[in-house]
C-alpha cells in the first residue's frame, strides 16, 4: 500500500503483473499500518478522520476514532501485544501531540498525553505551523511489547517503558528531529533514527546515541530509512540538503543512500542505480520487505521501485502511474507479510 498526498494506492502482484486500485482520493491519506491478524490494515489521513479494511484494501471504512480539533500524523501496530480479538495492539499519533491507542482493532479509544509534562515540551515546535506540534513517528519495538518509541516533530524522541503509561524525556546529544525511527528483531536494543539533523544510531534503547554521516557529504536531512529484514546492517536512507530540497514540488534534489556490514567504517554510498534523477524528485519512502531478506522498496512522485539485492540496484514496477502522481507528495508505504 502506496500513500500519496491525494490517494491511497492498492498494489498487488498476480500472475498478470501488477494491479493498482486507488482509493480514499482527496481524503489526505498519510500514514499506514498492518495488523498482522488476517487482512486488517488502518490509514490516518490529515483531517478526516482514521480508516481501516479487512480485505487487503480493496475496501474502506472509518473508524469510531473522534479527531475533532486533531489530525492524524502517523500510525503503529504492535504484533508484539495482542488485545481482544486478537488484534494487534493500535497506537495513532496526533497532531497537536497526543497518542491515542486501541486494544480491539479501532473500536475503543485511550488517551495517551502524559508525555506532554515533560521537560521538553514547551520547546517543541513544527516550524511550517510553529504554533504547533505532532506526532510524526512512532516506533513500537520489535522484541519488547513495554518498549514504544515517539518522535515529535519537531523537538524530542522520548521513549516509555511501561506501554505509555510513562515516559521518559529526550536525552544529550540524541536526534532533534527524527522523522522515521526502526528497531530490528535481530538486533534487541538497537534503534536506527533518520533524522532532519542527520543519522543516528543506539545500541542501547537511546540511552545513549552517535551520529554517523560519512559519505552523505551535505545531504544530511534524512527522512526515510529501512533495514534489511535479513540483515540490521544493511541500512537505507532517502537524503537531501534540507528540508525544502526535499518537500517543495518546485526546487527538489533528493538521494538514497545505503550502508551495510561490508563497508569500512560505515561509510555511506549512493544507491541510484534505476531510481530517478535526483532534482525533480520528492524524497523518497522506504521499506524492507519484511518476508524476503534484501528485498527493499522506494515510493517517491516519480514511482514504486523494488530493489531486490540489498539496494545496490533498482527496477521501477510496471504500474500505472499518472501525471497527477508525479505532483504529489509521498507520505507512506507498507509491505504486506
Known amino acids: ?183 530490528h528483531k535481530k538486533a534487541p536494543q538497537r534503534l536506527y533514527s533518520a533524522a532532519g539533523d542527520g543519522y543516528f544510531e543506539s545500541t542501547d534503547y537511546g540511552n545513549t546515541w552517535y551520529s554517523t554521516n560519512k559519505g552523505l557529504g551535505t545531504h544530511t536531512y534524512l527522512y526515510g530509512i529501512a533495514v534489511n529484514s535479513d540483515n540490521p546492517h544493511n541500512i537505507i536512507v532517502s537524503a537531501a540538503s534540507n528540508a525544502w530540497k526535499s518537500h517543495a514540488i518546485q526546487d527538489l534534489e533528493t538521494f538514497v543512500y545505503r550502508r551495510d556490514s561490508s563497508v569500512e567504517n560505515q561509510v555511506w554510498t549512493l544507491s541510484d542505480d534505476g531510481l530517478p534523477e535526483s532534482k525533480g524528485t520528492v524524497i523518497s519512502i522506504l521499506q524492507a520487505n519484511p518476508r524476503i531478506k534484501d528485498e527493499f522498496y522506494c515510493l517517491n512522485n516519480r514511482g514504486l521501485y523494488c530493489s531486490k539485492d540489498s539496494a545496490i540496484s533498482w527496477n521501477k514496477l510496471d504500474i500505472h502511474w499518472s501525471k497527477e502522481y508525479c505532483l504529489q507528495h509521498p507520505w507512506a508505504l507498507a509491505i504486506s507479510e
Open 1 to 183: 500500500m502506496a500513500s500519496l498526498q491525494n490517494s491511497l494506492l492498492v498494489v498487488d502482484s498476480s500472475k498478470d503483473g501488477w494491479k493498482v486500485q486507488e482509493h480514499l482520493k482527496g481524503l489526505n491519506p498519510n500514514s499506514l499500518a498492518l495488523d498482522s491478524k488476517n487482512s486488517r490494515a488502518y490509514c490516518g489521513t490529515f483531517d478526516n478522520g482514521l480508516w481501516k479494511t479487512d480485505d487487503n484494501g480493496h475496501t474502506w471504512n472509518e473508524t469510531s476514532l473522534k479527531t475533532s480539533g486533531y489530525n492524524i500524523m502517523s500510525l503503529a501496530t504492535s504484533s508484539m501485544e495482542k488485545g481482544e480479538k486478537g488484534f494487534d495492539k493500535l497506537f495513532v499519533g496526533m497532531e497537536p501531540s497526543i497518542i491515542y491507542s486501541s486494544i480491539d482493532g479501532g473500536a475503543t479509544w485511550k488517551k495517551i498525553d502524559e508525555f506532554n509534562k515533560l521537560p521538553s515540551a514547551s520547546t517543541w515546535s513544527f516550524p511550517p505551523r510553529p504554533w504547533t506540534h505532532h506526532v510524526r513517528w512512532i516506533e513500537t519495538d520489535v522484541n519488547n511489547k513495554e518498549y514504544i518509541f515517539a518522535a515529535i516533530e519537531a523537538g524530542a524522541l522520548i521513549k516509555s517503558n511501561d506501554g505509555g503509561k510513562s515516559w521518559i524525556d529526550k536525552v544529550k546529544d540524541g536526534p532533534y528531529d527524527t522523522h522515521t525511527l526502526r528497531t
